[in-house]
């Protein structure tokens, strides 16, 4: 079989521009150029080879569960959770406890937020 490795994540938004600035500022992303095509499809990148593409959808309905999510894990959890309140961006465990993290069964710590558009992210501190 072959071997298969995560490459990207591409997220339909409302307003590209907007949530380029959103995920910029949550987590320092850096833009690299949409090689694919011309169109106004932005493309971030966590490094590693894996990124994230927002396409513009201004007049798409865009339908959101906190089930279908992203998760990204960080080596410090603690400080971004400081960094959301900082950011005046609510977060909160899986239950929707307000600012509330979460301890899973396996022990992981996480914390689920929405972006601009609406979609779940998760952070959490799993190696």
Do not use: C
């Not at 966590?46 to 999510?69: C, D, M, S, W």
């Not at 600012?99 to 190696?127: A, C, H, L, P």
């Amino acid at each position: 079989m072959s071997q298969f490795i995560f490459n990207h994540i591409a997220l339909s938004v409302k307003d590209v521009n907007a949530a380029v600035e959103f995920y910029q500022k949550v987590f320092q992303l850096k833009e690299i150029e949409n090689t694919a095509s011309d169109s106004k499809t932005r493309w971030l990148t966590f490094g590693k080879g894996i990124q994230l593409h927002l396409i513009p959808r201004p007049n798409a309905e865009i339908k959101i569960n906190k089930a279908v999510h992203f998760a990204i894990s960080t080596d410090d959890i603690d400080a971004f959770i400081v960094h959301l309140i900082d950011l005046q961006i609510d977060f909160s465990d899986w239950v929707d406890s307000p600012n509330k993290d979460y301890i899973r069964k396996d022990g992981v710590k996480q914390v689920y937020f929405k972006d601009i558009d609406g979609y779940w992210v998760e952070v959490n501190d799993s190696n």
